[in-house]
């Protein structure tokens, strides 16, 4: 199947420091690609959906200028966790739709534990 | 009333039983269903979609479809040890299946297979 990739897979930082998350479909072009948050135990909360060119829509809830969105090429998106708290600390996944099948294929993550 | 509602168990089945996994989901504009399975501090990965109301088979694995009733779930036939994971719902509006869209998530099944 189609790889994604998520970097970094894990980050520590410092309260009030931003993060970037990239995500990277390595051998397929994603015109669209969703952000997820997944706290201990819990399932995966959709945060938003970033398409290639344009501005991420963001579910209710989500701050946009807290973490913002970038899909600047179709084969990368980023997150990045502005002035984090830790709060923010959580799993952070994204996943990238192949255009011609509509399938998702998720990254292996990256677990951000904000000190 | 959550949108996609499982036991969040821990179910516990021997090996080489028959797991059943449930699901229910409220909107019923649903038109898609999948299962996911994530080990633990992994990403969830597909096991299976469903999109027309009966069964569908992939090896051990079954999954049944009842839109009257918005229940969802799936058979795991034979179960391993190696089944023991996490086993995530998923549901979208959009239609056909291979079509992924925005997916709402359950909590969770968490299965264990003892030997």
């Known amino acids: 199947g189609a790889v994604v990739s998520q970097h970094p897979s894990r980050v520590i930082c410092k309260s009030g420091t931003s993060v970037k998350i990239e995500c990277r479909s390595l051998?397929?072009?994603?015109?669209?690609m969703f952000w997820y948050r997944q706290f201990p135990k819990q399932s995966l909360m959709l945060m938003a959906t970033?398409?290639?060119?344009?501005?991420?829509?963001?579910e209710q809830g989500v701050e946009k200028d807290k973490f913002l969105i970038n899909h600047a090429s179709l084969t990368l998106s980023t997150l990045t966790v502005t002035s984090a708290h830790p709060e923010d600390s959580s799993f952070y996944i994204c996943?990238?739709?192949?255009?011609?099948?509509?399938?998702?294929?998720f990254g292996e993550g990256s677990r951000l534990t904000v000190l | 009333q959550k949108e996609v509602e499982q036991n969040s168990g821990p179910l516990s089945v021997p090996e080489g039983a028959i797991a059943s996994l449930n699901c229910t989901y409220s909107?019923?504009?649903?038109?898609?269903f999948f299962w996911y399975r994530q080990y633990s501090g992994k990403s969830p990965e597909l096991i299976m979609f469903?999109?027309?109301?009966g069964d569908k088979e992939d090896g051990r694995f079954t999954a049944q479809l009842n839109k009257a009733s918005q229940y969802v779930s799936l058979l795991i036939r034979d179960s391993q040890p190696s089944d023991s994971a996490t086993y995530l719902c998923?549901?979208?509006?959009?239609?056909?299946?291979?079509?992924?869209?925005?997916?709402?998530f359950g909590q969770g099944t968490i299965l264990t297979v003892h030997p």
């Open positions: 996943s990238a739709r192949f255009a011609s099948t509509g399938e998702l294929f």
């Open positions: 051998d397929f072009q994603a015109t669209t």
């Open positions: 970033s398409n290639e060119g344009s501005k991420a829509t963001y």
């Open positions: 909107d019923r504009g649903s038109q898609s």
């Open positions: 469903i999109y027309s109301n």
């Open positions: 998923a549901v979208t509006n959009n239609a056909g299946g291979t079509s992924y869209g925005k997916l709402t």
